[in-house]
């Protein structure tokens, strides 16, 4: 039932996630803890891809207007890039853009909620092109240069200096330079990350900033002003749904919190945000103001929304699925066609030095699309006589669309079986 009172945990479980490790890229730093060099070399695979796909964007910096991106400009002969063709078919899909969609609904909702509390205020951006600079992606919001979200592990380089952008706060700069006081921008941002219901490597963000008048200085009551408006819009999308916050850390501001939602059994972090950091207000808008920015996962809110059990289901074409949204609507309920069963398969390697959890998720999803449900750890150890280190990984294979055939699933497997051979160096067991 929609519009009933939120119940937002007000005690913050701050002391138990103070330690928690940087929050921008949580999962980053999951797969990278255990890792000192990081692999380039990536898994280029043979199926036929157009060339080329229309992005309907605009590049703040070159007032671009819509173009079209050539495999060429993001698939490059560069030692840093590391963008796969199954990356590259995903740029400019734009599923944010069809209002019939979930994401598309999901938009119009939250944007509504923003011109019902504050009619006109908040600027959508909904068009600004992901390919951006590795300026706009981290320096100018402070990540440090050793900050590992920086690292080729979790982000998707170009080249040296450009990045398919891994957050919607690329964009904050430029747009406080342009002078904008309160907006939005919604878009596709591109992560190398591990593989479950709730990850996917694109998935799309919204962002949000709003300036304070001059007269409003008090960091405690923009914090406070930040957490009335999304509890509000969990609210406006959700009605009574079970919400906490927890403290967490982003270079870009201080404090810094994020929001979970109980969803499926468990608590699933939907947002992060906090007080912008002074110095990016003061040298890209001009000294004196106050703000707050905040970044939410668009799936994760449909999910919840829709009750969509797996993120894979928001790229499909299936008529199923796609059939079951309006424009508009927030109250369906999505129901799965039928269940097809899951398929486990496991595979047991010694690890080799370049050898990366996020390298083997990527490897796996390039040969088996969206087959691939998940891909956990299942049991390591070393051996301290030969000094290696063993990982058993279960690869949960399952189609939301149609039933996998044996001869279907062991192929692939023999596939990923001698791909991570070649290209990761681990040593089968
Ligand atoms: C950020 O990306 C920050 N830029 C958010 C922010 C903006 C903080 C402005 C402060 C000010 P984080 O990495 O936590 O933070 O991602 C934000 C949200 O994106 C998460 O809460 C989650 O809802 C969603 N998200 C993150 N990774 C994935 C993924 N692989 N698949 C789907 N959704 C994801
Ligand atoms: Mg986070």
Redesign the pocket.
């Known amino acids: 039932m929609r519009h009933a009172a939120v119940r937002c945990q007000a005690a913050q479980l701050s002391h138990a996630r103070a330690t928690r490790p940087p929050?921008?890229?949580?999962?980053y730093a999951r797969a990278l803890s255990s890792v000192s060099s990081v692999s380039t070399t990536t898994p280029r695979f043979a199926w036929v891809l157009p060339q080329h796909h229309t992005v309907a964007c605009r590049s703040l910096a070159t007032s671009r207007p819509a173009s079209t991106i050539a495999r060429s400009d993001i698939i490059r002969d560069n030692p840093k890039n590391n963008v796969t063709d199954t990356i590259f078919s995903k740029l400019g899909t734009n599923l944010h853009q069809r209002p019939e969609h979930p994401l598309g609904i999901i938009k119009s909702a939250i944007f509504e909620y923003f011109e019902q509390s504050d009619p006109g205020k908040f600027k959508l951006f909904e068009d600004l092109y992901p390919v951006v600079t590795t300026a706009q992606n981290f320096d100018e919001?402070l990540i440090p240069s050793d900050h590992v979200?920086r690292s080729d592990n979790d982000t998707y380089y170009v080249d040296e200096n450009t990045v398919l952008r891994?957050?919607?706060?690329a964009h904050?700069a430029e747009l406080l330079r342009e002078k904008h006081e309160n907006f939005l921008v919604i878009g596709d941002?591109y992560?190398r990350?591990?593989i479950d219901a709730?990850?996917?490597?694109v998935?799309?963000?919204m962002?949000?900033?709003k300036i304070f008048d001059e007269g409003e200085q008090d960091v405690e009551a923009v914090r406070e002003d930040l957490k009335r408006t999304l509890e509000g819009l969990a609210k406006h999308l959700f009605g009574d749904v079970e919400c906490r916050w927890v403290d967490?850390y982003?270079p870009?501001?201080d404090p810094?919190i994020?929001?979970e939602i109980f969803f499926n059994g468990e608590w699933?972090?939907?947002?992060?945000?906090?007080v912008?950091q002074q110095k990016i207000l003061d040298s890209n808008f001009g000294e004196g103001r106050k703000a707050?920015?905040?970044?939410?996962?668009?799936?994760?809110?449909a999910m919840i929304l829709f009750d969509i059990p797996d993120?894979r289901l928001f790229w499909s074409e299936d008529e199923r699925f796609l059939k079951q949204f309006k424009a508009g609507d927030l109250s369906s309920k999505f129901k799965s066609f039928s269940k097809f069963p899951p398929c486990n398969k496991d595979v047991s390697f010694w690890i080799s030095d370049q050898f990366t959890e996020n390298n083997l998720c990527e490897t796996i999803r390039g040969i088996a699309g969206d087959i691939v449900e998940e891909v956990k750890l299942i049991d390591e150890f070393t051996n301290p006589k030969k000094g290696k280190t063993s990982h058993c990984y279960r690869i949960v294979y399952r189609s939301m669309e149609r039933s996998l055939t044996d001869e279907e699933i062991n192929d692939v497997q023999d596939r990923v079986r001698s791909v991570i051979v070649d290209d990761l160096g681990v040593e089968l067991r």
């Open positions: 929050s921008l890229l949580r999962s919001l979200s891994c957050h919607t706060s904050q941002v992560r990350d591990t709730t990850h996917y490597p998935f799309h963000q962002e949000g900033v967490a982003f870009f501001t810094s994020e929001l699933l972090e939907v947002l992060g945000c906090g912008m707050w920015a905040f970044g939410l996962g668009i799936e994760r809110l993120i």
